[in-house]
């Protein structure tokens, strides 16, 4: 509705400013504070065409809009220096807010499209049998993101976890088992052990050459498919495996497809056929490569001198297989920046190829986070191990909360909720691209922009909601709300969908942890300033709905971003 009204606006001004009503619906703006109205149209594009000032624009656009009667919910136009800004009536965005939020609190926001296109989200991907690093934290909370705030958009997502269970590393690995391992070994912490075996490796490789020898062997070995090699290799990623589940599981993540690197190896001799028939692989010193360095991309090894396959022969047969199984209208690849090249080859090979869906393929990067001073590097064992920086966080909620709220009961899994909520949301914090150091103190604070910020906001709607003691009802007279507080909050929770849908576009989970902040500043602003339980009955009835709009929207919000939401902190 709010949109209908919009649109019936620029419509009103499309002859005089020369451009299709579309094209001046999607230059509305949001201004930053509803003093200057709740949209606003920027003039400054038609000045230099139409021969006057930006400012004289706006001003004859309100001309044009109060010679007749505005559009439903309306309420006003005014100028401010090239804008021409749009004031909504507040009892409108009350009720554009508080029915649907009422009557479907769940989807409240989404868009439902007639068909959902496709979109393949391939994120975590962790290697087997080497720690999953806040590398793979981040993929892994950036893409479980993205695929639900694309299921809010009305996709249908497929998540695909493209496990880095091949490659040379595991004759490197299977060597260094035969020679220093044992299952005893491996029992308890598996992912450690088998890491300091590849860590061991490295350290001995340079004294002993026959080591280096008797890896290549092995992935030869394991590449023919010999049985013994092929056991131990499969014995690895099982016990990965399991590890990483419980970790999936912890962050209420789940996958389509366990499509691991090694899935798509049967798929690479018809691969390389192909390029080569096609005349865009060439042999050199042994080697199969295709020249990419006319456009800036380098050299693209396909294969070694020894017939192993590698990393991006291997993603060049998992996106053609991909588009075979699901014509995807998108594919996003979540995956840190520092593999930009790689991802620019693999494009452009798939183009080379024919295949004119690779444009549909994208590379969402991201920077590197750390958490103090560590850095992290799995070649030398100097790496930060996502189990310790997450049982570093607990034990520092735990404190926090014992502290301030002593009598809690059940205090362990508070501190748990809390420190994910910490970690997950400080990883939001910033446009994905950006490489962020963060503090302890600053990531669990409960009043900066953090995750236990947003929980501890949560918590109050609900108790106020507890307190209330009844259900919520829906009101009639959307004019009842005339505090500054409820407008402002009001304005907000009306914004989601948009939220949403920079989010999507952008590709920015961040944009919806930004509104959520914004959520919770009002939220908090409404409930330091007004009475709600102790005031009279209108009143409070529509005060106690707008507080389970919030409580809502924060609680949907919080999903999208897989923060945990305790009833209690
Ligand atoms: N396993 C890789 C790593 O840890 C990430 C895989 C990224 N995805 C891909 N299709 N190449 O660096």
């Known amino acids: 509705m709010i949109e209908k009204s919009l649109f019936r606006i620029c419509e009103n001004l499309s002859e005089f400013l020369e ?92 868009l439902i499209r007639d068909k959902a296109p496709v979109a393949v989200i391939e994120f975590s991907s962790p290697n087997i049998a080497k720690p999953f690093s806040i590398g793979h934290l981040r993929s892994t909370n950036i893409g479980a993101s993205l695929s639900r705030i694309f299921q809010a958009r009305g996709w249908k997502v497929i998540k695909i976890n493209h496990l880095g269970d091949w490659g040379t590393q595991f004759g490197k690995l299977i060597a260094a088992y035969r020679r220093w391992g044992s299952a005893d070994q491996l029992g308890e912490d598996p992912i450690r052990a088998l890491f300091k075996l590849y860590v061991k490796f490295h350290e001995e490789e340079d004294k002993d050459a026959t080591l280096l020898q008797e890896a290549r062997e092995n992935f030869a070995k394991l590449e023919k498919k010999d049985e013994e090699a092929r056991e131990l290799w499969q014995w690895f990623r099982d016990l990965t495996l399991k590890e990483l589940k419980t970790l999936y599981d912890k962050l209420s993540i789940g996958f389509d497809y366990y499509w691991g690197e090694s899935f798509y190896m049967d798929q690479i001799p018809d691969l390389i056929k192909t390029l080569q028939e096609k005349n865009l692989a060439q042999e050199s010193e042994g080697a199969l490569i295709v020249d990419l360095k006319d456009e800036g991309n380098g050299v693209a090894l396909l294969r070694k001198g020894d017939e192993s396959s590698l990393y991006l022969t291997r993603d060049l047969a998992a996106a053609i297989y991909r588009h075979q199984q699901f014509s995807f209208d998108q594919m996003l690849y979540i995956v840190g920046g520092e593999q930009q090249l790689h991802f620019k080859q693999l494009f452009s090979i798939l183009k080379k190829l024919g ?128 505090a500054p507080e409820e407008v402002e909050l009001l304005r907000t929770l009306s914004q989601f969908s948009y939220a949403l849908e920079r989010a999507e576009k952008e590709r920015e989970p961040f944009v919806v942890g930004q509104y959520l902040i914004e959520v919770t500043k009002r939220f908090n602003r409404f409930y330091q300033a007004v009475r709600i339980l102790d005031t009279e009955a209108q009143q409070l009835k529509g005060r106690i709905l707008l507080v389970f709009a919030a409580s809502k929207v924060l609680e949907s919000g919080m999903k999208l971003l897989g923060i945990p939401r305790p009833e209690k902190m």
């Open 19 to 110: 451009a299709s009503p579309q094209d001046l619906f999607s230059m509305l703006e949001f201004p930053p504070d509803s003093s200057k109205g709740d949209r606003a149209l920027p003039c400054f594009r038609f000045a230099k065409a139409m021969k006057k000032s930006p400012q004289d624009l706006a001003s004859a656009c309100k001309s044009i809009l109060v010679r007749q009667e505005l559009p439903l919910g309306i309420d006003r136009i005014e100028t401010a220096g090239g804008y021409c800004n749009i004031y909504l009536k507040s009892s409108f965005v009350a009720k554009e807010v508080l029915e649907p939020l009422f009557s479907s609190p769940e989807t409240y926001g989404h």
């Open 355 to 482: 295949q004119d869906w690779s444009d549909r393929c994208e590379h969402i990067n991201f920077g590197q986070i750390s958490f103090g001073d560590e850095r992290m590097s799995t070649r030398k064992g100097n790496v930060v191990f996502l189990s310790d920086v997450l049982s570093r966080a607990k034990e520092m909620a735990q404190n926090i909360v014992r502290e301030k709220n002593p009598e809690l009961e059940n205090i362990e899994d508070v501190a748990e909720q809390v420190s994910l909520g910490a970690v997950l949301f400080a990883d939001l914090s910033a446009r994905r691209a950006k490489s962020v150091k963060f503090s302890w103190e600053d990531i669990l604070s409960f009043d900066g922009e953090t995750g236990p910020y947003l929980q501890y906001a949560f918590v109050r709607t609900r108790s106020l909601l507890e307190r209330y003691g009844k259900k919520p009802e829906m009101i009639e007279d959307f004019s009842q709300f005339q």
